[in-house]
C-alpha cells in the first residue's frame, strides 16, 4: 500500500476511519470523503502530515464524487444509513450512490474497488434497507465486474450502534425488548477484522470480482447478545418477548421518535437471521481469525455499568 492514493467514501463513519488508519498505518495517501471535513479532523493524526485529507462531498452528487476519484488507485465506498430520513434514503444511498462511485471507477480506470454491503442483501428481501443494498450491488457488478463486495454482519466495536444503543437503553429502562421473541440469529464481527481483511484483499489480486460474506467465530441469538451486553454492564434488566406484528404497529409512531428508536423496516429486517450463508468465502479465505466479542465488548461497555466504568464487576 506505500504510496498508493485511496478514496475511502465514507472514511469518517464508525467502520470508514478503521479502514482508514489501517490503510495509512500501511503508508497508503488517503482522500477522505466526507460531508462536512471540519468534522472529520479526527482522523488527520492518524497518519503523517498530509497523509490524510478529508474532502467534502455528497454521495448523491457524482459531480463531487468524481473528482475524488481522480488519480486514485483504489476506490472503497463505506458509505450506509441504517435508517432513513428526510434528506437520505435507502436507494439513494445504497443504490444509486453505489452507482455513481462505479461509474466514476470505470472512469478513472482504477486498480481495485472494494463496496461495503451487508448480509441479507436481498432483491426479494420484504425489508427495503435489503433492497437498497442488493441493488447497489448488482449496479457495482454491472458497471466494474472486478469490484470486491464484502458483506459484513452487525459490526461491533466501541463505536458501534448496536451494542451501545442498547446499552444505553438498558441504563434508561428496566426492561429490554425481544422483538419477535429474540429468537433472529446474528453472526457478530469486530470491526478491526474487516479493516485487515481489506487490507488482505487489496494485496491480493486474486479477490477482484468476488463477493465475500463476513461473520464472527460464532452465532448469536438476539436475545443470546443481550445476556451477554446485561452481563458486561453488571444490570439485570427484564426481557419483554414483542411479538413482530406488535413490534411492526408500535415501529409507525416509534420512527418519529428522535434517534428513531424502531422501524418499520427495521422490523421487517428482524424477520430474517443476519448470518454467513457458508456458500461464499469469509475472513478465512483470507487467513484472517475473527475476533470473539465477548473479549471486546467488556472494555467499552463498561461505562454503562451502575456507578460508571471503574466499578467492580460482581
Same mark, same amino acid.
Given at each position: 500500500?506505500?504510496?498508493?492514493?485511496?478514496?475511502?467514501?465514507?472514511?469518517?463513519?464508525?467502520?470508514?476511519?478503521?479502514?482508514?488508519?489501517?490503510?495509512?498505518?500501511?503508508?497508503?495517501?488517503?482522500?477522505?470523503?466526507?460531508?462536512?471535513?471540519?468534522?472529520?479532523?479526527?482522523?488527520?493524526?492518524?497518519?503523517?502530515?498530509?497523509?490524510?485529507?478529508?474532502?467534502?462531498?455528497?454521495?448523491?452528487?457524482?459531480?463531487?464524487?468524481?473528482?475524488?476519484?481522480?488519480?486514485?488507485?483504489?476506490?472503497?465506498?463505506?458509505?450506509?444509513?441504517?435508517?432513513?430520513?428526510?434528506?437520505?434514503?435507502?436507494?439513494?444511498?445504497?443504490?444509486?450512490?453505489?452507482?455513481?462511485?462505479?461509474?466514476?471507477?470505470?472512469?478513472?480506470?482504477?486498480?481495485?474497488?472494494?463496496?461495503?454491503?451487508?448480509?441479507?442483501?436481498?432483491? =426479494?428481501?420484504?425489508?427495503?434497507?435489503?433492497? #437498497?443494498? &442488493? +441493488?447497489?450491488?448488482?449496479? %457495482?457488478?454491472?458497471? $466494474? /465486474?472486478?469490484?470486491?463486495?464484502?458483506?459484513?454482519?452487525?459490526?461491533?466495536?466501541?463505536?458501534?450502534?448496536?451494542?451501545?444503543?442498547?446499552?444505553?437503553?438498558?441504563?434508561?429502562?428496566?426492561?429490554?425488548?425481544?422483538?419477535?421473541?429474540?429468537?433472529?440469529?446474528?453472526?457478530?464481527?469486530?470491526?478491526?477484522?474487516?479493516?485487515?481483511?481489506?487490507?488482505?484483499?487489496?494485496?491480493?489480486?486474486?479477490?477482484?470480482?468476488?463477493?465475500?460474506?463476513?461473520?464472527?467465530?460464532?452465532?448469536?441469538?438476539?436475545?443470546?447478545?443481550?445476556?451477554?451486553?446485561?452481563?458486561?454492564?453488571?444490570?439485570? =434488566?427484564?426481557?419483554?418477548?414483542?411479538?413482530? #406484528?406488535? &413490534? +411492526?404497529?408500535?415501529?409507525? %409512531?416509534?420512527?418519529? $421518535? /428522535?434517534?428513531?428508536?424502531?422501524?418499520?423496516?427495521?422490523?421487517?429486517?428482524?424477520?430474517?437471521?443476519?448470518?454467513?450463508?457458508?456458500?461464499?468465502?469469509?475472513?478465512?479465505?483470507?487467513?484472517?481469525?475473527?475476533?470473539?466479542?465477548?473479549?471486546?465488548?467488556?472494555?467499552?461497555?463498561?461505562?454503562?455499568?451502575?456507578?460508571?466504568?471503574?466499578?467492580?464487576?460482581?
Amino acid at each position: 500500500m506505500q504510496g498508493k492514493v485511496i478514496t475511502i467514501y465514507g472514511g469518517s463513519g464508525f467502520l470508514g476511519r478503521y479502514i482508514t488508519q489501517e490503510l495509512a498505518e500501511l503508508g497508503a495517501i488517503i482522500r477522505v470523503g466526507v460531508r462536512y471535513p471540519e468534522e472529520a479532523a479526527f482522523l488527520k493524526p492518524m497518519g503523517s502530515v498530509a497523509q490524510i485529507t478529508p474532502i467534502a462531498f455528497n454521495i448523491t452528487s457524482p459531480e463531487t464524487i468524481d473528482p475524488l476519484a481522480k488519480d486514485a488507485d483504489i476506490l472503497i465506498n463505506c458509505v450506509g444509513i441504517l435508517s432513513e430520513s428526510k434528506n437520505a434514503h435507502f436507494n439513494d444511498i445504497h443504490h444509486k450512490g453505489a452507482e455513481y462511485i462505479a461509474l466514476a471507477a470505470q472512469k478513472q480506470n482504477v486498480e481495485r474497488l472494494i463496496h461495503i454491503s451487508a448480509l441479507g442483501a436481498n432483491l =426479494n428481501s420484504p425489508s427495503i434497507y435489503a433492497q #437498497s443494498k &442488493a +441493488k447497489g450491488e448488482a449496479a %457495482i457488478v454491472k458497471i $466494474f /465486474p472486478d469490484a470486491t463486495i464484502l458483506r459484513p454482519s452487525v459490526v461491533f466495536g466501541s463505536e458501534d450502534q448496536f451494542f451501545n444503543r442498547f446499552a444505553k437503553m438498558a441504563q434508561l429502562s428496566p426492561f429490554i425488548p425481544l422483538i419477535g421473541g429474540g429468537k433472529t440469529k446474528f453472526q457478530p464481527i469486530y470491526v478491526n477484522d474487516i479493516a485487515h481483511f481489506i487490507a488482505a484483499c487489496l494485496s491480493k489480486d486474486e479477490t477482484k470480482g468476488q463477493i465475500f460474506e463476513l461473520g464472527g467465530p460464532k452465532i448469536y441469538t438476539f436475545k443470546e447478545l443481550m445476556i451477554q451486553m446485561l452481563h458486561d454492564i453488571n444490570r439485570e =434488566n427484564k426481557f419483554i418477548p414483542i411479538p413482530f #406484528s406488535v &413490534a +411492526k404497529f408500535l415501529s409507525y %409512531i416509534l420512527q418519529f $421518535f /428522535p434517534g428513531k428508536p424502531l422501524t418499520p423496516d427495521q422490523v421487517d429486517l428482524l424477520k430474517s437471521d443476519n448470518i454467513c450463508s457458508g456458500t461464499l468465502p469469509g475472513l478465512s479465505a483470507l487467513n484472517i481469525r475473527p475476533t470473539p466479542l465477548e473479549i471486546i465488548t467488556p472494555a467499552y461497555l463498561s461505562r454503562y455499568r451502575p456507578g460508571g466504568r471503574y466499578i467492580r464487576k460482581k
